[in-house]
């Protein structure tokens, strides 16, 4: 299987990116313009000399052709434009959305949300790609930069996702679980990202209130994945 990371030069982009391919996924790295996507990769292989990372660079159009599963990792004022972009290649596939609407957009601050007529980014994402088949999935929104990067250490939150159709999450979670310390959440149908979504600025305000980069959550008392 192989996993496309949308937007994924950006540091949550290139910290899931680089989590899966020390897992042992195959990954593409995409971005708007492949020579960036292309030196990113190259960089992370020299600093991950270690690990043997099964990961390539490419533009975004051509990763989300190529690609099984696809992961969107851009800010909010790129999602439009990026969910169009790539929508031809995005029929039947999973897409995990890990944007979330922060006043940083609009240039706010970072721990202030943004309500969108939608209700939720992943929700637009799934408007946007309507008529596609496309499965989409709010996931990766409540893992922060600072735990993506921090290899090897193991990343000590838990992933909480959600969608609409339950063989999706169940595989979206198998690639999300692949990352030492992360256990996957379903937290249900999509509209739940609407309450997903806002945990984001709330962990961004503590990290800033408590001089902290590593701020996350833990849900406590119900197994990882209802798979009944």
């Known amino acids: 299987m192989i996993v496309s990371v949308i937007g994924g030069t950006g540091p949550q982009g290139l910290g899931i990116a680089e989590r899966l391919a020390i897992a042992g996924v195959e990954v593409i790295v995409g971005s708007r313009k492949e020579e960036k996507a292309l030196d990113v990769v190259a960089k992370a292989k020299e600093e991950l000399a270690d690990y043997d990372l099964n990961m390539v660079g490419m533009a975004n159009e051509d990763a989300a052709k190529a690609g099984d599963v696809l992961i969107l990792t851009v800010p909010l004022a790129a999602q439009k434009p990026t969910v169009e972009g790539i929508k031809e290649f995005c029929t039947d596939k999973i897409v995990m959305d890990a ?33 596609t088949g496309a499965k989409v999935i709010c996931a990766f ?71 902290s980069h590593y701020g996350g959550l833990r849900i406590t008392g119900i197994p990882a994945l209802d798979k009944d």
Do not use: Q
Request: aromatic residues 2%.
């Open 99 to 131: 944007t979330v609407p922060l006043e940083t957009a609009i240039g706010g601050k970072p721990f202030r949300f943004v309500d969108l007529m939608e209700g939720s980014a992943a929700e637009r994402t799934a408007k946007l790609l309507e008529g």
């Open 141 to 211: 929104c409540n893992i922060s930069n600072s735990h993506l990067s921090n290899i090897p250490e193991e990343i000590d939150c838990d992933c909480l996702i959600a969608g609409d159709d339950k063989e999706a999450k169940e595989i979206a979670a198998e690639i999300i679980d692949k990352i030492p310390g992360i256990k996957t959440i379903d937290t249900g149908i999509l509209e739940k990202a609407r309450i997903i979504e806002k945990i984001t600025p709330l962990l961004i305000g503590l990290n800033i209130k408590y001089k």
